[in-house]
Each structure stands twice: as structure tokens, then as C-alpha cells.
């Protein structure tokens, strides 16, 4: 459709804008060096060296759209182009997940989850979400299916948008909790400001995207495409292309800049033994934060509930028990608020 018309043979419905995908390709292509530099630059990339990676599928996926402007009645162009498109935001949320994990290593003693479980807690909990995001697009694309498989392969489909907001709302909830904690305590510098910032606005742009894939796909699933579909009877958010460049490509544009300018790295040690002593101003080298139960139950019990219960901590207090801990000063790293000298 170009201007809400349908144009005959489109699979895009519309005639895809020419010279957009050049602009965004251009961007994610600028945005990406910058966050190869910046891993370099503060020696980062077990935290956000997925950065890098969630970029480069932008620039192949606005490469192939840029293609198909060109040729949009080739199905594998098509095809390609969305699923480089649809994989990368889920890379910048899993990033999200690695900082929020360093963050709480650094302030472990306010922390309502053992660190590491946010990445085997949350990342187990997406991986779900992949599942059934694959095994409903097996079902809805098999188009030899009976309709009611290829019903349940939507509903499939439905869950794991769902199931994706409310990972997203529990991720910001367990933020939230742990913000909350460190300013009764009275222990919350200006680092740890800016990069919890930085994670809420980051969420904030993922979630408005996520929800407006959630509208456009529950719109679609609705459709019967063995009928006779007028496409001028389509809602909006299928006929008109800004729906596309304002809640994808802005959105995801703007996220990818975002941890460019305020990269986490700026204001966190990159050492996850390096946590910030309960006087609120002085970074200590300690042993780091373990849980000596076993794997397995830690993803099924991230909280320790079952510590809990039984009175067992979920972890070793080191902070406590730490003499460098105890005694502030004897082996110090840096002061908050020297946010430029990190990962030199």
C-alpha cells in the first residue's frame, strides 16, 4: 500500500520506502563501531559484547529490506528481512539482563536476587519464549496444517508476545526493588544513578516496541488470507509504513545510541569482585559473590526460597565477614563519581 492504497504484489501490502533502509542501515552500521570501540575501550565484552552483534543484525536486516523496496513480491527477501529485523531487540533486552547482573554484583548486600541468576533466570525464562515462538511459526507457516493446528500455532505465537511483556515488567519490578533498597539504605551514588537510568529508559523503548509487535501481530493472526481479503479493509497499523518507522526503527535506533552515549561500562567496575563498600563512597576488591547450590536449582529457585525457609541465606555474606570489607580503605579501587577513568 503506498499512502494506505494496496499495491499490487506487495507482500509488504505497501510499496516499501526506498531510502529509509539506507538511513538505518547507515546508523545501526555507525552504532555498532562505537559499541566495538567501546568494548575494547573498557575491556567489556563478557558484559556487553552482545552490543556489537544485536547491531549487526539491524544493518543485514534494513540491507534486505532495502533489497526488497526493490523486488516486493520476493518471499525469501521478505522473509529474511523480518526475522533479522524481529531477532535484534531481544539481543538489546538480553544485554539489559547482563548490566542489571553487574549492577547488583556491585551493590550485593541490596541486591533481592543473587546477581547471577538474572541472566539463568531471565535468559531461561526467554528462552521459553523463543520455544514457543518457533514451534508457533513452524505451525502457521506449514499452510498443509488442518486450520486448527495452524490456530494453535497462533496462539503460540500470542503467548510468547505476552509472555515477553511480562518478562520485561518483572525485569523492571526486580530494578525497582533493588533502586528502592539502596536509597533507604542511603547508599546510592551518582554511577549507580545514571546507569539504573539508562536501563529504565533502554526497557522503557524495548517494551513500547514489543507492545506495538503485540497489536500488528494480534491484528494479523486475526486475518484468513484462503479468502478473498480486501486490503483496503486492513487496520491501519498494517496498511501505513510509519507505524513500522516510528515503533521499530526509531525506537530501536534511538535504544542502540542510547548505550553508545551512557555505555554502563562508564560507570561500573568491569571486575564483578569489585563491589561498593557499605559506606556508599569506596570500591573494594572482594572474593565475589557465590552460591555453592547446584545449577539446576538455581534457575528453578533464583530467590532461595527454599533457604529461606529452612533459615539458610541464599549466599555467603562476604561484605560482612570481608576484612577489607570491614575495614574500609585498605584496598581500595575508585571513587564513584570517576565515571571516565572506567576500564582503563
Not at 514457543?132 to 488442518?146: C, D, E, I, R
Request: net charge neutral; glycine share 8%; proline share 4%.
Amino acid at each position: 500500500m503506498e499512502n494506505g492504497q494496496y499495491v499490487d504484489g506487495s507482500l509488504w501490502f505497501y510499496a516499501p520506502n526506498k531510502a529509509a533502509p539506507v538511513v538505518w542501515a547507515f546508523l545501526f552500521s555507525v552504532s555498532m563501531g562505537i559499541h566495538i570501540y567501546q568494548c575494547i575501550h573498557y575491556k567489556c565484552w563478557k558484559v556487553t559484547g552482545i552490543l556489537p552483534w544485536a547491531a549487526l543484525l539491524f544493518v543485514v536486516g534494513y540491507i534486505l529490506r532495502e533489497i526488497g523496496a526493490f523486488n516486493f513480491d520476493n518471499i525469501n527477501i521478505f522473509i529474511s528481512s523480518l526475522v533479522f529485523i524481529y531477532a535484534a531487540p531481544p539481543l538489546y533486552e538480553l544485554a539489559n539482563y547482563f548490566i542489571l547482573s553487574r549492577i547488583l554484583y556491585y551493590v550485593p548486600y541490596h541486591s533481592p536476587i543473587h546477581p547471577g541468576r538474572v541472566l539463568t533466570t531471565f535468559g531461561g525464562l526467554s528462552v521459553v519464549v523463543e520455544a514457543l515462538n518457533g514451534n508457533g511459526a513452524a505451525y502457521v507457516a506449514n499452510t498443509s496444517l488442518p486450520q486448527s493446528k495452524q490456530d494453535v500455532g497462533k496462539s503460540l505465537l500470542k503467548a510468547a508476545l505476552v509472555l515477553q511483556l511480562v518478562i520485561l515488567c518483572l525485569f523492571i519490578a526486580l530494578a525497582v526493588v533493588f533502586q528502592r533498597k539502596c536509597v533507604r539504605a542511603g547508599i546510592f551514588p551518582r554511577n549507580l544513578k545514571l546507569v539504573l537510568l539508562t536501563l529504565y529508559i533502554s526497557s522503557a523503548l524495548i517494551g513500547v516496541r514489543t507492545i506495538y509487535r503485540t497489536v500488528e501481530y494480534f491484528t494479523t493472526s486475526q486475518l484468513n488470507f484462503h479468502e478473498n481479503l480486501d486490503p483496503n479493509g486492513l487496520s491501519a497499523i498494517l496498511r501505513y509504513e510509519w507505524f513500522f518507522w516510528i515503533f521499530e526503527a526509531v525506537l530501536m535506533v534511538l535504544n542502540s545510541f542510547l548505550l553508545n552515549a551512557r555505555h554502563p561500562m562508564r560507570f561500573l567496575p568491569r571486575d564483578n569482585a569489585i563491589y561498593l563498600a557499605e559506606d556508599g563512597h569506596t570500591e573494594i576488591k572482594g572474593p565475589g559473590y557465590q552460591d555453592k547450590r547446584n545449577i539446576i536449582v538455581t534457575i528453578f529457585d533464583p530467590f532461595d526460597l527454599i533457604g529461606l525457609a529452612s533459615g539458610r541465606n541464599k549466599g555467603d555474606k562476604f561484605w560482612e565477614t570481608h576484612e577489607e570489607g570491614r575495614t574500609v580503605g585498605l584496598e581500595t579501587v575508585k571513587k564513584d563519581g570517576d565515571v571516565e577513568s572506567r576500564g582503563d
